[in-house]
């Protein structure tokens, strides 16, 4: 049992029906599309529906395959902490919402359990949520409590 192809879909989470995007991927490597359609649901029961999962599939020689789902992209996570419909159509000139890095550290969390992204440290995967929202026109700002809250030096005085 060899591994014959590998294909990456992105597909919603509880609501993958056999059509022609997932067709077009798994029909030419003889896989049936309604296994794979229940196994992923049955897979993303645990997130809200409709959200869009990357998907890595393994399609084997004997016509079975395998998958591995992943967390959901970062900028669907960003726009639906933010309630934003789409990013800003100029980045950089226009800015569409602002985060705090409590609400980057957030989505690192849920990031930082895939398993191709464990080795990342957890201030890397951060930093690298910052830069997608800045891509996205959406401004990172300090935390309101970490502005409040004196500094070492202020509360020596």
């Not at 060899?2 to 997932?22: D, H, M, N, Y």
């Not at 029909?27 to 029961?45: I, S």
Request: net charge neutral; hydrophobic share 40%; proline share 8%.
């Amino acid at each position: 049992m060899s591994v014959k192809a590998t294909v990456r879909l992105i597909c919603p989470a509880g609501a993958a029906k056999p059509g022609p995007a997932i067709g077009q991927a798994l029909g030419p490597h003889g896989l049936n599309m309604m296994e794979f359609c229940k196994a992923f649901n049955a897979e993303t029961q645990r997130f809200k529906p409709e959200t869009p999962i990357p998907v890595v599939l393994k399609a084997y020689s004997n016509r079975t395959f395998s998958f591995v789902t992943k967390s959901p992209p970062t900028s669907y996570l960003i726009r639906e902490m933010l309630g934003l419909q789409k990013g800003a159509s100029a980045p950089g000139s226009e800015i569409v919402g602002q985060m705090t890095w409590s609400q980057i550290k957030e989505i690192a969390a849920v990031k930082h359990q895939d398993q191709h992204l464990s080795h990342i440290p957890f201030e890397g995967i951060c930093r690298s949520i910052a830069g997608s929202a800045a891509s996205m026109g959406v401004a990172v700002v300090e935390d309101q409590a970490e502005e409040a809250a004196p500094t070492t030096t202020e509360a020596a005085d």
